[in-house]
Protein backbone atom coordinates (compact mmCIF):
# COMPACT_ATOMS: atom_id res chain seq x y z
CA UNK A 1 0.00 0.00 0.00
CA UNK A 2 1.24 3.13 -0.98
CA UNK A 3 1.96 6.38 1.55
CA UNK A 4 -0.51 9.03 1.21
CA UNK A 5 1.05 11.85 -0.61
CA UNK A 6 2.54 14.49 1.92
CA UNK A 7 -0.10 17.79 3.43
CA UNK A 8 1.20 21.06 2.76
CA UNK A 9 0.32 23.34 5.13
CA UNK A 10 0.43 27.15 4.89
CA UNK A 11 2.48 28.97 7.27
CA UNK A 12 1.06 31.50 10.06
CA UNK A 13 2.62 34.55 8.89
CA UNK A 14 0.55 33.57 5.74
CA UNK A 15 -2.73 32.93 7.68
CA UNK A 16 -2.14 36.11 9.87
CA UNK A 17 -1.84 38.14 6.84
CA UNK A 18 -5.19 36.91 5.22
CA UNK A 19 -6.90 36.86 8.48
CA UNK A 20 -6.04 40.55 9.05
CA UNK A 21 -6.37 42.07 5.71
CA UNK A 22 -9.90 40.51 5.70
CA UNK A 23 -10.55 41.71 9.23
CA UNK A 24 -9.10 45.53 8.28
CA UNK A 25 -10.53 45.42 4.68
CA UNK A 26 -6.75 46.34 2.83
CA UNK A 27 -3.41 45.15 2.80
CA UNK A 28 -2.04 48.79 3.78
CA UNK A 29 -3.80 48.73 7.03
CA UNK A 30 -2.72 45.25 7.75
CA UNK A 31 0.66 45.94 6.79
CA UNK A 32 0.81 48.49 9.29
CA UNK A 33 -1.13 46.21 11.88
CA UNK A 34 1.86 43.49 11.77
CA UNK A 35 4.13 45.95 11.19
CA UNK A 36 5.45 44.70 7.36
CA UNK A 37 5.07 46.35 4.05
CA UNK A 38 1.65 45.85 2.04
CA UNK A 39 4.06 44.06 -0.96
CA UNK A 40 5.00 41.88 1.98
CA UNK A 41 0.81 41.15 2.98
CA UNK A 42 0.31 40.88 -0.83
CA UNK A 43 3.01 38.09 -1.20
CA UNK A 44 1.78 36.02 1.81
CA UNK A 45 -1.70 35.92 0.65
CA UNK A 46 -0.93 35.17 -2.78
CA UNK A 47 1.88 31.91 -1.38
CA UNK A 48 -1.55 31.28 0.46
CA UNK A 49 -3.83 31.12 -2.44
CA UNK A 50 -1.36 29.09 -4.77
CA UNK A 51 -1.55 26.63 -1.87
CA UNK A 52 -5.53 26.60 -2.10
CA UNK A 53 -5.31 26.86 -5.55
CA UNK A 54 -8.29 29.31 -4.87
CA UNK A 55 -8.75 33.10 -4.73
CA UNK A 56 -9.61 34.44 -1.27
CA UNK A 57 -10.03 38.57 -2.37
CA UNK A 58 -11.17 40.35 -5.54
CA UNK A 59 -8.87 42.59 -6.44
CA UNK A 60 -9.88 45.65 -8.14
CA UNK A 61 -10.65 49.01 -7.94
CA UNK A 62 -12.65 48.85 -5.02
CA UNK A 63 -11.97 48.08 -1.41
CA UNK A 64 -10.59 44.20 -1.22
CA UNK A 65 -13.37 41.56 -0.97
CA UNK A 66 -13.72 38.19 0.03
CA UNK A 67 -14.77 35.89 -2.98
CA UNK A 68 -17.59 33.12 -1.79
CA UNK A 69 -14.13 30.68 -0.62
CA UNK A 70 -12.47 33.31 1.36
CA UNK A 71 -15.37 33.73 3.20
CA UNK A 72 -15.96 30.29 4.05
CA UNK A 73 -11.95 30.10 4.83
CA UNK A 74 -11.99 33.26 6.73
CA UNK A 75 -14.75 31.39 9.50
CA UNK A 76 -12.01 28.57 9.55
CA UNK A 77 -8.69 30.65 9.68
CA UNK A 78 -10.11 32.48 12.52
CA UNK A 79 -10.90 29.88 15.12
CA UNK A 80 -7.67 28.54 14.21
CA UNK A 81 -6.04 31.57 14.73
CA UNK A 82 -8.23 31.90 18.20
CA UNK A 83 -7.30 28.41 19.27
CA UNK A 84 -3.03 28.78 18.58
CA UNK A 85 -3.41 32.63 20.60
CA UNK A 86 -5.32 30.76 23.68
CA UNK A 87 -2.54 28.52 24.10
CA UNK A 88 -0.95 29.43 27.33
CA UNK A 89 2.80 28.68 26.05
CA UNK A 90 1.94 31.38 23.01
CA UNK A 91 1.20 34.10 25.93
CA UNK A 92 4.69 34.12 26.92
CA UNK A 93 6.83 37.41 26.60
CA UNK A 94 9.09 35.52 24.92
CA UNK A 95 6.58 34.93 21.92
CA UNK A 96 5.61 38.54 21.83
CA UNK A 97 8.63 39.90 20.45
CA UNK A 98 8.19 41.71 17.09
CA UNK A 99 10.28 39.52 13.99
CA UNK A 100 12.17 41.81 11.88
CA UNK A 101 13.67 40.45 8.57
CA UNK A 102 16.22 42.69 6.41
CA UNK A 103 18.04 42.48 3.47
CA UNK A 104 20.99 43.55 2.53
CA UNK A 105 24.18 43.33 0.11
CA UNK A 106 27.25 40.98 1.35
CA UNK A 107 29.28 43.66 2.04
CA UNK A 108 26.92 46.74 3.57
CA UNK A 109 26.17 43.85 5.95
CA UNK A 110 29.74 43.12 6.73
CA UNK A 111 31.58 46.35 6.53
CA UNK A 112 28.66 48.75 7.84
CA UNK A 113 25.59 46.75 9.05
CA UNK A 114 26.76 44.12 11.58
CA UNK A 115 29.78 45.63 13.34
CA UNK A 116 26.92 48.61 14.74
CA UNK A 117 24.22 45.75 15.11
CA UNK A 118 24.85 45.51 19.08
CA UNK A 119 23.64 49.01 19.00
CA UNK A 120 20.35 48.23 18.21
CA UNK A 121 19.76 44.78 19.23
CA UNK A 122 20.59 46.59 22.90
CA UNK A 123 18.30 49.33 22.25
CA UNK A 124 15.28 47.08 20.77
CA UNK A 125 15.73 43.75 23.25
CA UNK A 126 11.94 43.06 22.01
CA UNK A 127 13.04 42.72 18.27
CA UNK A 128 13.93 39.30 16.72
CA UNK A 129 16.08 40.53 14.22
CA UNK A 130 17.20 38.39 11.06
CA UNK A 131 19.42 39.67 8.52
CA UNK A 132 19.88 37.68 5.17
CA UNK A 133 21.80 38.81 2.44
CA UNK A 134 20.84 39.77 -1.48
CA UNK A 135 23.02 38.63 -3.91
CA UNK A 136 23.85 41.56 -6.94
CA UNK A 137 22.51 40.26 -10.02
CA UNK A 138 20.93 37.46 -8.76
CA UNK A 139 18.16 38.83 -6.25
CA UNK A 140 14.62 38.20 -7.92
CA UNK A 141 12.19 40.90 -7.55
CA UNK A 142 10.07 41.78 -4.42
CA UNK A 143 11.80 39.98 -1.30
CA UNK A 144 9.87 39.34 1.87
CA UNK A 145 11.83 40.94 3.79
CA UNK A 146 10.64 43.81 6.14
CA UNK A 147 13.53 46.09 5.66
CA UNK A 148 15.41 45.73 2.29
CA UNK A 149 19.31 47.45 1.48
CA UNK A 150 19.91 47.90 -2.33
CA UNK A 151 22.64 49.36 -3.87
CA UNK A 152 21.02 50.53 -7.09
CA UNK A 153 20.70 53.96 -9.15
CA UNK A 154 17.91 56.60 -7.50
CA UNK A 155 15.46 54.71 -10.79
CA UNK A 156 15.45 51.72 -8.10
CA UNK A 157 13.14 54.34 -5.65
CA UNK A 158 13.87 54.23 -2.09
CA UNK A 159 15.72 56.51 0.12
CA UNK A 160 19.72 56.76 0.29
CA UNK A 161 21.67 55.85 2.99
CA UNK A 162 24.68 57.19 2.09
CA UNK A 163 26.14 59.60 -0.39
CA UNK A 164 29.36 58.03 -1.23
CA UNK A 165 32.57 58.58 -3.42
CA UNK A 166 34.83 56.13 -4.82
CA UNK A 167 38.41 56.53 -5.67
CA UNK A 168 41.68 54.52 -6.59
CA UNK A 169 43.05 52.53 -3.19
CA UNK A 170 45.97 49.87 -3.61
CA UNK A 171 47.80 48.02 -0.85
CA UNK A 172 51.27 49.18 -0.18
CA UNK A 173 53.36 45.91 -1.23
CA UNK A 174 51.59 46.81 -4.33
CA UNK A 175 52.75 50.28 -4.13
CA UNK A 176 56.12 49.31 -3.19
CA UNK A 177 56.61 47.10 -6.84
CA UNK A 178 55.37 49.61 -9.09
CA UNK A 179 56.76 52.94 -10.39
CA UNK A 180 55.50 55.71 -9.03
CA UNK A 181 51.82 56.97 -9.31
CA UNK A 182 51.61 60.71 -8.76
CA UNK A 183 48.87 61.11 -11.28
CA UNK A 184 46.04 59.54 -12.51
CA UNK A 185 47.39 59.04 -16.27
CA UNK A 186 49.77 56.47 -13.71
CA UNK A 187 47.87 54.14 -13.17
CA UNK A 188 48.06 52.73 -17.08
CA UNK A 189 50.92 50.93 -15.35
CA UNK A 190 49.30 49.61 -12.73
CA UNK A 191 46.70 46.01 -12.56
CA UNK A 192 42.87 47.87 -12.26
CA UNK A 193 40.46 45.71 -10.09
CA UNK A 194 37.65 45.04 -12.29
CA UNK A 195 33.89 44.69 -11.04
CA UNK A 196 30.63 45.53 -12.85
CA UNK A 197 29.53 46.51 -9.92
CA UNK A 198 31.87 49.45 -9.16
CA UNK A 199 32.80 50.36 -12.85
CA UNK A 200 36.10 52.57 -13.90
CA UNK A 201 34.62 55.06 -16.21
CA UNK A 202 33.10 57.91 -13.87
CA UNK A 203 35.80 58.06 -12.06
CA UNK A 204 38.20 58.32 -15.32
CA UNK A 205 36.23 61.09 -16.77
CA UNK A 206 36.28 62.75 -13.22
CA UNK A 207 39.79 62.60 -13.30
CA UNK A 208 39.95 64.13 -17.07
CA UNK A 209 41.16 60.94 -18.71
CA UNK A 210 39.27 59.31 -21.68
CA UNK A 211 39.60 55.51 -21.01
CA UNK A 212 37.13 52.82 -21.66
CA UNK A 213 36.58 50.13 -18.61
CA UNK A 214 39.62 47.63 -17.84
CA UNK A 215 39.07 44.52 -19.65
CA UNK A 216 42.26 42.50 -18.15
CA UNK A 217 41.93 40.60 -14.78
CA UNK A 218 39.22 38.49 -13.41
CA UNK A 219 35.86 39.96 -13.13
CA UNK A 220 34.50 40.43 -9.48
CA UNK A 221 31.16 40.64 -8.98
CA UNK A 222 31.10 41.52 -5.50
CA UNK A 223 32.57 44.90 -3.95
CA UNK A 224 34.09 42.79 -0.62
CA UNK A 225 35.81 40.50 -3.14
CA UNK A 226 36.98 43.38 -4.72
CA UNK A 227 38.62 44.89 -1.60
CA UNK A 228 40.15 41.58 -0.36
CA UNK A 229 41.42 41.62 -3.62
CA UNK A 230 43.47 44.86 -3.42
CA UNK A 231 44.43 43.90 0.35
CA UNK A 232 46.24 40.78 -1.16
CA UNK A 233 47.85 43.26 -3.83
CA UNK A 234 46.48 42.51 -6.70
CA UNK A 235 45.73 45.37 -8.02
CA UNK A 236 44.33 49.25 -7.47
CA UNK A 237 40.67 48.92 -7.01
CA UNK A 238 38.39 52.05 -6.89
CA UNK A 239 36.19 52.12 -4.05
CA UNK A 240 34.03 53.51 -1.30
CA UNK A 241 36.02 54.67 1.64
CA UNK A 242 32.44 53.42 3.62
CA UNK A 243 33.26 50.10 2.80
CA UNK A 244 37.34 50.26 3.30
CA UNK A 245 37.08 52.31 6.17
CA UNK A 246 39.00 49.57 8.30
CA UNK A 247 41.76 48.71 6.23
CA UNK A 248 42.16 52.65 5.39
CA UNK A 249 42.24 53.16 9.16
CA UNK A 250 44.91 50.51 9.30
CA UNK A 251 46.73 51.59 6.87
CA UNK A 252 46.28 48.10 4.99
CA UNK A 253 45.17 49.52 1.96
CA UNK A 254 46.08 53.42 0.86
CA UNK A 255 43.92 56.50 -0.76
CA UNK A 256 46.10 56.82 -4.08
CA UNK A 257 47.46 60.77 -3.79
CA UNK A 258 45.41 62.15 -6.81
CA UNK A 259 42.73 64.19 -4.89
CA UNK A 260 39.84 62.92 -7.60
CA UNK A 261 36.73 61.23 -6.34
CA UNK A 262 33.64 60.56 -8.27
CA UNK A 263 30.11 59.82 -7.81
CA UNK A 264 29.70 56.18 -7.97
CA UNK A 265 27.75 54.97 -10.64
CA UNK A 266 25.04 53.13 -7.95
CA UNK A 267 24.37 53.89 -4.14
CA UNK A 268 22.73 52.11 -1.19
CA UNK A 269 19.09 52.64 -0.91
CA UNK A 270 16.55 51.99 1.56
CA UNK A 271 13.28 50.37 0.07
CA UNK A 272 9.57 51.31 1.13
CA UNK A 273 9.01 49.83 4.54
CA UNK A 274 6.14 49.74 7.17
CA UNK A 275 5.37 53.36 8.65
CA UNK A 276 5.50 52.53 12.11
CA UNK A 277 6.71 49.57 14.85
CA UNK A 278 10.72 47.93 14.46
CA UNK A 279 10.57 48.51 10.59
CA UNK A 280 10.30 52.17 10.99
CA UNK A 281 13.04 51.80 14.24
CA UNK A 282 15.22 50.16 12.57
CA UNK A 283 15.45 51.95 9.32
CA UNK A 284 15.82 55.33 11.45
CA UNK A 285 18.96 53.82 13.37
CA UNK A 286 20.42 52.67 10.15
CA UNK A 287 19.90 56.04 8.56
CA UNK A 288 21.64 57.55 11.36
CA UNK A 289 24.77 54.65 11.39
CA UNK A 290 25.34 55.23 7.39
CA UNK A 291 25.70 58.95 7.96
CA UNK A 292 27.94 58.84 10.79
CA UNK A 293 30.11 55.99 8.46
CA UNK A 294 30.37 57.91 5.38
CA UNK A 295 31.46 61.14 7.08
CA UNK A 296 34.54 59.22 9.19
CA UNK A 297 35.35 57.35 6.09
CA UNK A 298 35.58 60.18 4.05
CA UNK A 299 37.57 62.03 6.42
CA UNK A 300 40.51 58.95 6.07
CA UNK A 301 41.00 59.93 2.71
CA UNK A 302 40.62 63.72 2.72
CA UNK A 303 43.46 64.51 5.07
CA UNK A 304 46.59 65.69 4.71
CA UNK A 305 48.68 63.88 2.32
Known amino acids: MSAPPAQRLPSIDGLRAFETAARLGSFERAAEALSITASAVGKRVATLEDLLGAALFTRGAKALALTATGKEYLAQVSAALALLTAMPLHQRVVQRSQRLRVTTPPTFARQIL??????????????????????????????????????????????????????????????????????????????????????????????GLDWAEPTHGPKLVDLGLTLEAAVSGQGVALARPSLARH?????????????????????????????????????????????????????????PR
Open 114 to 207: VPHLEQFTTAHPQVELEVLLSIPYLAGGDSDADVEVRNGDAAAGGTPLMHDVVLPLAAPALLARLPPLRMPADLARAPLLRTPLEPWVPWFRAA
Open 247 to 303: WLASGTLLALPFGVTAVPLNQYHLLPHAAGGAAADFAQWLAQVCAREAAQSLALVSG
